[in-house]
């Protein structure tokens, strides 16, 4: 199975170290070697489709992209990676991987009910948010 739904990018395919093979996987930030990212830092992608361990999956590092939120994201805010691939909020002194996108200005749901929200991300262009720099959290 792999992630359906209105989405561009670009996608990068990894042998993987953790099992991606149950549905709660998909969209979750992976690093370079198959596991789930526990910071923006070393997130390299997000995980398009479900495979078990030490085999090849497709993992989505540039685009419009489907994630998996750990709660709710509003439109418009930064992107960053915690404990177990889930995404969140940024917030200072965190790496932003990307910026949620809304859908008709509406929330996004709560990991617990299973949803996925979308994301414009990169992976390439990482941007680490300073709390001394006064950048905003949100874009826009």
Known sequence: MAISGDRDFLSIP???INDFSAVDKLGRAVTRLGEFA????EAFGICMEQVTSGHTMKVGVWGILKYRPINV???GYKLTV?????FQAAAADTTAVGNAVGQSGIDFADTTSAAFATGMFSFF???FIDALSGGSLVDG
Do not use: C, H, L
């Open 14 to 16: 990894i042998v993987t």
């Open 38 to 41: 526990d910071n923006g830092d």
């Open 73 to 75: 994201v509003s439109d």
């Open 82 to 86: 915690t404990t177990s691939g889930f």
């Open 125 to 127: 262009a990482k941007q």
